[in-house]
């Protein structure tokens, strides 16, 4: 069972071959430092594509040590993009990170039906979260992209983080879809969705996980909050997966923790045919080199 | 300025007279002992209606001395709610607290049109959090009553809690309408709520605080993140309030930080002419007595 990040170090720093890691546009800082650190970590190689010069120059203020570093020179922005990206869809790369360039230039590349990473239909965003208090590594979706997903969306949303967390060794995940409450009310679409979800998953049109919701969060995480409540359930108290029925729940949740909670946590975009890392400036870097981990982990 | 739970405690028992306390249908063993305590503390004078004989029986069970104690016996649920009701709306006593009945039934009485303590339009539920980490006392509203309130009932919203904060003696509390960006997008109507309250507070339809949104949680705690994102407000970093665009965002924004954020939490119900105790199986003990404390120092 996973139950702390390190335990992905674990995964990673033991296997025979490194992933490496193309970053695209790798003039950005932020995304360097923490590429570089995870390079020197051995989670990974990184492939830095961008203007090099650019790249020489915050190598050398940092002091980093760039030599055996695959660096590839392209000073125009879209087109280190489509270079990054095609190093992962050619399988030269098995992760793809966003450097100095929009996530929507970025995402706009990996859903290019020609050379893109298009997997399955929808991308989604997937946080981990090692919590002192919870006895696993506690997923979060989708707390940073889909807005407002629609009940089909919902389903896609779980099958990207499910089979991430089957690569993550998690076997049958138990997912709660995330309400204000555990009982199902007209007044409360969500719940209506959490039931339906729920059903789904038990005729096989979910599958490779355990879906039980509605669940309120502390049901979710606590058996005796469950208990409490007289909840009847294999999910309750003990998921792997938080659902939230719209951004504005999620997001406040995943900021809310990653501020109070203690903790640490690493998130990448899934439902590509390759993870993600796309941090914000507002991620300690301690969460990026996380994320650039729980990618490794799982690619 | 309120930075903790126990600031409250001086405010209520350094006061020349103590709050009474109405126990609605006192024969709830975690109610009773909630205000028992509270009253053995020196935050309130609880008075108990209810079916005497079976108070009685708790007592002894759990070993509590009731002499000095007003029981007012009254067997049946609604005339003990009513009676309850009745000593608040007459001044008799200052706070409601809901024992052994459901809170549909103590709200009906409390919204009663001849003898209930109707004051505004709307009731909603604030919840105030001491978290280490933060400088001051977070409040959270509506992460209990109000499913997906209107514009106009974010207004009535805000204004419930911004009265309950004056009252507790923070002047001009910093409302942060929390959304999952600071920035304002059509795709995400709270962001469209968010800055239409703020200009509503600018153009002085919401008063007694200032309001500044769409901010994100981060933005809303943080300085740090506030800065990184080159946020100029006078809220971010620094908010009283979070004002939650649904119910679903705010419980579990509130179990969260119940669950993880390792700090103390008290919680009423506001909007009616005296503020109202009502807390659910699932809190904690000390969650129960910080409430009746918070009802005390507010009234």
Redesign the interface.
Known sequence: MLTTISDLQNTVTTRSDRRSMALAVAQDPQALDAAYKATKAGYINAILIGDKPQILQIAQQKAYDLSGFDIIHEEDTNWAVEKAVRLVSQGKASILMKGNVSTGTLLRAVLNKDWGLRAGALLSHIALFE????HKLLGLTD??MN?NPSLVEKVQIINNAVSFLHRLGIKNPKVAP????ETISE??P?TLDAAILTQMNRRGQITGCIVDGPL???NA??FH?AK??GIVSEVAGDADLLL????????????????????QLAAVIVGASAPIVLTS??DSEQAKLNSILLAAAAS
Chains 1, 2 share one sequence.
Do not use: Q, T, W
């Not at 995330?178 to 409450?181: G, R």
């Not at 809310?256 to 903790?263: S, T």
């Open positions: 919590l002192p208090g919870y707390v940073a807005v995330l309400c204000a409450v007044k409360m969500p309120a969060f502390d995480i606590s909050s409490h409540k939230f029925p719209n951004i504005e729940a999620g997001n406040a949740v995943y900021k809310a923790l990653a501020a109070f909670g203690n903790g400036r507002s």
